[in-house]
C-alpha cells in the first residue's frame, strides 16, 4: 500500500545544506536541481541513522545485498531479473558512465547523444575526449500537450555507418519526459548490433514512472540488446539520495563486462558507504515510500497543466510520462535570449534553462516540480508577474 509523501515546507527547506537551497539568494524560490523536497522513505532514514549509531563510518568495499535488493526490485517492478554477477558500484551514474566509455573508446572516436537531453550528457562526452554526435530527437507536430518524441532511427542508422562508437541513451528521457517503447529500444538495439555500437542506458529515472508498465529497462527488450548493452542507474534519484553518492553498472554480456574490467578500482572506492547501504535500503524496503512520492507526482503534474491553462496558456507543456520535470516552452512569454535568467531576475523564481539540453532549445525551460502544491502554484504566480 502507497505511504502518503508530502513536501516539506519552505521554511524547513531553506534549512537545507545540499546546492539547490545554496546556490541562489534566499529570496529566490529555487526549482532547478533534479531532487525532490520530500522526506526520505523511513528505512532509508532507519539504515543510516543505525551506521551513525555505530560509528560505522569507514570505506565502502563489497556489497552484494545492494546487488541482490536492486535485482529483486528490478524484478517486481519490471519482471526484470539481474543477474548480480553482472553489476558493479560505481561512485555515480556520472562517472560510472564517463568510465565506462574510456574502456570502449579512444579519444576522438565518436559518441552520440539525442537532444534536447539532460545537460551533463554534454560534458561526459567531453570529459573523455570523444567526438560528439547529435541525433536529435523526433517530434510530432509542435510541441504541446499531443507532442510526440521519439528516437531518430533512420538519422541513428547513418551516424552508427559513419563510425559512431558509443550511445548514450536516456531512458526515461530527461528532460521531455518520454519513455522509448520496446519496439523501439529492439530496433535500436538491432542497429547497434549491425554496425557494432555500444549503447550506455542511463535509466536513473526508472523507478519513477507512472505507469510501470510502459517502462522496458533496455537490458531485457532482446537478446542483440544483452550483446551490446551497458545499463547505468541509481537509486538516487527515484530516492532522493542523490549526495549519498552510489550507483550500479550492470552488463548482461560476458565479453563487455571483461572489457569494462578495465576501468580504475577507484570507481567502486570512491562511492560512499552511506549510499550503498541506503540504496539497499531503497530497494529493498521502501516500495510503498515510492508508490506514494508517484501519487505525489501524479498530482503535481497534473496541477501544473490546470496553472498553465487558468494562468499562462501561453507556455506550451507536455505531462511527462515519469518523474518530476515539466519541460515548458517559454517562447510566446517574450524573455528575451534567455528565459531562465530572466525569471531569476523579474520574478525570483530558478529554472533550468534550456540552452543547456541543445542548442535548439534556447526559449524552452526546465521546472523541477517534486515539492509542494503551494510551492509549485507560487512559482507560477512568479512566473506571471514577471511578463
Same mark, same amino acid.
Given at each position: 500500500?502507497?505511504?502518503?509523501?508530502?513536501?516539506?515546507?519552505?521554511?524547513?527547506? @531553506?534549512?537545507?545544506?545540499?546546492?539547490?537551497?545554496?546556490?541562489?539568494? !534566499?529570496?529566490?524560490?529555487?526549482?532547478?536541481?533534479?531532487?525532490?523536497?520530500?522526506?526520505?522513505?523511513?528505512?532509508? @532514514?532507519?539504515?543510516?541513522?543505525?551506521?551513525?549509531?555505530?560509528?560505522?563510518?569507514?570505506?565502502?568495499?563489497?556489497?552484494?545485498?545492494?546487488?541482490?535488493?536492486?535485482?529483486?526490485?528490478?524484478?517486481?517492478?519490471?519482471?526484470?531479473?539481474?543477474?548480480?554477477?553482472?553489476?558493479?558500484?560505481?561512485?555515480?551514474?556520472?562517472?560510472?558512465?564517463?568510465?565506462?566509455?574510456?574502456? $570502449?573508446?579512444?579519444?576522438?572516436?565518436?559518441?552520440? *547523444?539525442?537532444?534536447?537531453?539532460?545537460?551533463?550528457?554534454?560534458?561526459?562526452?567531453?570529459?573523455?575526449?570523444?567526438?560528439?554526435?547529435?541525433?536529435?530527437?523526433?517530434?510530432?507536430?509542435?510541441?504541446?500537450?499531443?507532442?510526440?518524441?521519439?528516437?531518430?532511427?533512420?538519422?541513428?542508422?547513418?551516424?552508427?555507418?559513419?563510425?559512431?562508437?558509443?550511445?548514450?541513451?536516456?531512458?526515461?528521457?530527461?528532460?521531455?519526459?518520454?519513455?522509448?517503447?520496446?519496439?523501439?529500444?529492439?530496433? $535500436?538495439?538491432? $542497429? =547497434?548490433?549491425?554496425? #557494432?555500437?555500444?549503447?550506455?542506458?542511463?535509466?536513473?529515472?526508472?523507478?519513477?514512472?507512472?505507469? #510501470?508498465?510502459?517502462?522496458?529497462?533496455?537490458?531485457?527488450?532482446?537478446?542483440? =540488446?544483452?550483446?551490446?548493452?551497458?545499463?547505468?542507474?541509481? =537509486?538516487? @534519484?527515484?530516492?532522493?539520495?542523490?549526495?549519498?553518492?552510489? =550507483?550500479?553498472?550492470?552488463? !548482461?554480456?560476458?565479453?563487455?563486462?571483461?572489457?569494462?574490467?578495465?576501468?580504475?578500482?577507484?570507481?567502486?572506492?570512491?562511492? !560512499?558507504?552511506?549510499?550503498?547501504?541506503?540504496?539497499?535500503?531503497?530497494?529493498?524496503?521502501?516500495?510503498?515510500?515510492?508508490?506514494?512520492?508517484?501519487?505525489? *507526482?501524479?498530482?503535481?503534474?497534473?496541477?501544473? #497543466?490546470?496553472?498553465?491553462?487558468?494562468?499562462?496558456?501561453?507556455?506550451?507543456?507536455?505531462?511527462?510520462?515519469?518523474?518530476?520535470?515539466?519541460?515548458?516552452?517559454?517562447?510566446?512569454?517574450?524573455?528575451?535570449?534567455?528565459?531562465?535568467?530572466?525569471?531569476?531576475?523579474?520574478?525570483?523564481?530558478?529554472?533550468?534553462?534550456?540552452?543547456?539540453?541543445?542548442? #535548439?532549445?534556447?526559449?524552452?525551460?526546465?521546472?523541477?516540480?517534486?515539492?509542494?502544491?503551494?510551492?509549485?502554484?507560487?512559482?507560477?504566480?512568479?512566473? $506571471?508577474?514577471?511578463?
Amino acid at each position: 500500500m502507497a505511504e502518503v509523501v508530502r513536501a516539506l515546507s519552505l521554511n524547513d527547506l @531553506k534549512k537545507r545544506k545540499s546546492s539547490k537551497w545554496r546556490e541562489f539568494p !534566499s529570496d529566490v524560490l529555487p526549482l532547478p536541481v533534479a531532487e525532490m523536497d520530500f522526506p526520505i522513505a523511513n528505512p532509508i @532514514k532507519s539504515a543510516l541513522i543505525d551506521m551513525i549509531e555505530r560509528s560505522d563510518t569507514g570505506y565502502l568495499g563489497p556489497f552484494p545485498e545492494m546487488f541482490d535488493a536492486f535485482s529483486d526490485f528490478s524484478q517486481k517492478l519490471w519482471n526484470w531479473k539481474v543477474d548480480v554477477s553482472q553489476m558493479r558500484i560505481a561512485t555515480d551514474v556520472g562517472v560510472g558512465t564517463v568510465e565506462v566509455i574510456r574502456t $570502449l573508446i579512444t579519444p576522438g572516436e565518436k559518441v552520440m *547523444l539525442n537532444s534536447p537531453v539532460y545537460e551533463n550528457m554534454w560534458r561526459w562526452v567531453a570529459e573523455v575526449g570523444a567526438t560528439l554526435v547529435d541525433v536529435p530527437l523526433t517530434i510530432s507536430g509542435e510541441y504541446g500537450p499531443d507532442a510526440t518524441f521519439n528516437l531518430d532511427l533512420e538519422g541513428i542508422e547513418r551516424e552508427y555507418q559513419g563510425g559512431v562508437k558509443v550511445h548514450i541513451l536516456c531512458h526515461p528521457h530527461n528532460p521531455v519526459g518520454v519513455i522509448f517503447d520496446k519496439q523501439t529500444l529492439t530496433e $535500436l538495439a538491432r $542497429l =547497434a548490433k549491425k554496425y #557494432r555500437v555500444h549503447i550506455i542506458s542511463d535509466e536513473i529515472h526508472g523507478p519513477l514512472v507512472f505507469n #510501470r508498465k510502459d517502462f522496458t529497462p533496455f537490458l531485457s527488450v532482446s537478446e542483440d =540488446a544483452r550483446e551490446i548493452g551497458i545499463t547505468v542507474t541509481s =537509486a538516487s @534519484k527515484g530516492f532522493n539520495l542523490a549526495g549519498l553518492k552510489c =550507483a550500479v553498472i550492470v552488463t !548482461s554480456s560476458p565479453s563487455i563486462k571483461e572489457k569494462i574490467n578495465a576501468m580504475p578500482v577507484s570507481v567502486a572506492f570512491r562511492a !560512499s558507504l552511506f549510499g550503498a547501504v541506503a540504496a539497499t535500503a531503497a530497494f529493498r524496503d521502501s516500495i510503498s515510500w515510492l508508490d506514494g512520492v508517484i501519487n505525489t *507526482l501524479n498530482d503535481n503534474r497534473q496541477l501544473i #497543466r490546470n496553472l498553465i491553462d487558468t494562468k499562462i496558456p501561453a507556455i506550451k507543456y507536455r505531462i511527462p510520462d515519469f518523474g518530476y520535470l515539466a519541460w515548458l516552452d517559454l517562447t510566446e512569454l517574450n524573455l528575451g535570449d534567455d528565459p531562465a535568467k530572466t525569471l531569476i531576475e523579474r520574478g525570483k523564481v530558478a529554472l533550468k534553462g534550456g540552452f543547456m539540453y541543445g542548442p #535548439r532549445h534556447t526559449q524552452f525551460a526546465r521546472l523541477n516540480f517534486g515539492t509542494s502544491p503551494e510551492i509549485i502554484s507560487e512559482a507560477f504566480d512568479r512566473i $506571471l508577474r514577471s511578463v
